[in-house]
């Protein structure tokens, strides 16, 4: 176990420990002592960079957001065509739907907690906020509205589904939502 006063990763463990959790037994599961044994730090640094565990579920969270918020902005950085946004688009689905099991775990976990309570809800708020501007780079706002809904839903298919649609169709349902 991490001991001794100067740990500067200490917090940063901790959270990445929580997000670990989480995925491997859901947000019911997230307790004090189970998260400081899997970061290897004292009980007593929960508390001192953790006002509770809500805290440490948002904070983790926010976290896991700012990093799917990164998969869009590399995505959507520097397209210049109407045709190349839809480009971007299509590959974005299709990284996210090819990603770890852990990723998709994490969304849903967030998303049944925001069903659940308010100040989860305006967690997901900001994410999808923060998505949406990206997109609206590149689509008006309802389109980009439209097309946030549909990247999550092709996503959450895609990852689900025994035999994921193709990337032809993925494109063709992204060119049909984003041709006016």
Do not use: C, N
């Not at 926010?62 to 959507?76: G, K, N, P, W, Y």
């Not at 950085?77 to 770890?100: C, K, M, N, Y």
């Not at 309570?117 to 590149?138: I, Q």
């Amino acid at each position: 176990m991490a001991t001794g006063r100067t740990d500067p990763q200490r917090r940063e463990r901790i959270l990445a420990a929580t997000l670990d959790h989480i995925a491997e037994e859901g947000v019911a599961g997230v307790s004090h002592r189970k998260i400081a044994l899997r970061a290897d730090v004292p009980l007593g640094s929960m508390t001192y960079h953790f006002a509770g565990i809500d805290d440490l579920l948002r904070e983790a969270f926010t976290r896991f957001a700012d990093e799917i918020v990164a998969v869009f902005e590399r995505h959507l950085a520097d397209v210049g065509t109407p045709e190349r946004a839809r480009e971007a688009v299509t590959d974005l689905i299709h990284a996210l739907s090819a990603g770890s099991r852990r990723d998709l775990v994490l969304t849903h976990e967030l998303y049944a907690l925001a069903a659940r309570r308010d100040e989860y809800r305006e967690l997901t708020h900001a994410w999808m906020a923060r998505s949406r501007d990206l997109l609206e780079r590149h689509f008006d706002a309802d389109t980009a509205r439209q097309l946030d809904a549909l990247i999550e839903g092709l996503v959450l298919h895609r990852s689900l589904d025994t035999a994921p649609q193709s990337r032809e169709l993925t494109r063709a349902a992204v060119r049909r939502m984003t041709s006016g």
